[in-house]
Structure formats: C-alpha cells, structure tokens
C-alpha cells in the first residue's frame, strides 16, 4: 500500500534553515508529481510545492518562493524539501503528498503523509 | 487562480444528514474539484474527486454514506447517516496545471 513518512521537523531559531525529508512506498514514486503543503496550528491547508515525476519542474507557492526548494532522489524514493530564511509564519505541520494520476502535474491529493512540525521561533 | 469558499461551520445530529458546500470563483465553474475529511490531530484523507457535471469518484474504502454533487460553480458533500467519526473539518481542493488551492474548510459538528 501507498506509504508516505515525513521526518526532520523540529524547532528552529528565525532567519536558520531545515530540511524536510518525505520516504515513498508502495508506488512507482518515478512516475508521479509529488506536493508539500502545510498547516499552521489552528488553520487551513496551504499548497507549498510541486515537482514533476522526473523533477525537471518546480512551482511554488508565492509565501515561499526564493526561500523553500523542492526536490527529489529517484534512487531514495525520496522527497525533500530545504527551507531557508526561515520566518515564525512558516510554523506548521508540513504534508507531503502524491496525486492520484501519473498523467498529471496537479490534481486531487490521494494519499497524505503523517506530517511533520515546523515552529520557528526564537 | 480560482478561489474556492467553505463556510466556516456547520452542524447536524447524529443519524441525520448534511450537505456541505463548496463555490468556484467566477470563471472557474467548471473546475474539478476535490474533497478531503481531517479528523482531530490527523492528517487529511481523500474523500472524493467531483466534476462540474457531477461526477463523482471516492478514494478507497470511503464508505457509501458519503456522495458528491454539483450545481453551477458549486460542489457539494453530502454525508448521510451521520456518525461521531464524522465530526471533522472538511477542505475542498482544486487545481490549475502547476498551483492548487484548498478552500477554507468546514468544521462539521455532529450533535
């Protein structure tokens, strides 16, 4: 079955960086995109990041653009995710998450990992 | 991008229904969209991908007691024979080619 497990969360002073990592299982991970999208306590579900099934493509959302980077490691089964300049509104829990077709970059979120908690704070 | 809106609550009794719904912004009444069901300190879960003709397609092991349906820019979650384990938020979420969006979400409270 379809398994996703993020670690690396933790705390961190504002301004430092993490990296979050999210191990795959189950699937051909090659073959699919693979998000991130966090919640910070108490709120909604925000989209964060997207990176094609071969990571030729990486999106992001506007709140993290130029800080976080998405990436992947085929080989690993492995999704990351390195977030720098790291602000106190970046404290959340970090999803990652796999859509439900391989044809496509973006669509309905099938399978979540556990999540990770971010805090940033001094 | 499309905005899509959720009331904040809603509420119904246990053994009963509820219709939650979920409103495209204008231009995008067509999108799919999808629904998600998050429980009390776990992770979101897959309900369902719903069309604009209303078309629906649940996740694995979603039980009958939930369905899908669509009106105009709407999409909508119904929940029949509601249970405690209902009690939850409930987030819509479409997509454009490289962006998603999630609504707000809804906080269902099963009395």
């Known amino acids: 079955q379809v398994q996703l497990v993020e670690s690396g969360g933790g705390m961190v002073q504002p301004g430092r960086s993490l990296r979050l990592s999210c191990a795959a299982s189950?699937?051909?991970?090659?073959?699919?995109?693979m998000h991130w999208v966090r919640q910070a306590p108490g709120k909604g579900l925000e989209w964060v990041a997207l990176?094609?099934?071969?990571?030729?493509?990486?999106y992001y959302a506007d709140s993290v653009k130029g800080r976080f980077t998405i990436s992947r490691d085929s080989s690993k089964n492995t999704l990351y995710l390195q977030m720098n300049s790291l602000r106190g509104e970046d404290t959340a829990v970090y999803y990652c998450?796999?859509?439900?077709?391989?044809?496509?970059?973006?669509?309905?979120?099938?399978?979540w990992g556990q999540g990770t908690m971010v805090t940033v704070s001094s | 991008q499309p905005v899509l809106t959720q009331s904040s609550s809603a509420s119904a009794s246990l053994g009963s229904s509820v219709k939650l719904t979920c409103t495209l912004s204008s231009g995008h009444s067509t999108y799919i969209i999808a629904w998600h069901q998050q429980q009390p300190g776990k992770a979101p879960r897959y309900l369902m991908k719903l069309e604009g003709s209303g078309s629906y397609n649940k996740g694995s092991g979603v039980p009958d007691r939930f369905s899908g349906s669509s009106s105009g820019a709407d999409r909508y979650l119904t929940i029949s024979n509601l249970q405690s384990e209902d009690e939850a938020d409930y987030y819509c979420?479409?997509?454009?080619?490289?962006?998603?969006?999630f609504g707000g979400g809804t906080k269902l409270t099963v009395l």
């Open positions: 189950g699937f051909t991970f090659s073959t699919y995109a």
């Open positions: 990176i094609s099934n071969d990571g030729s493509n990486k």
């Open positions: 998450a796999r859509v439900t077709s391989e044809a496509w970059l973006s669509g309905p979120f099938e399978f």
């Open positions: 979420e479409t997509w454009d080619s490289n962006t998603v969006v």
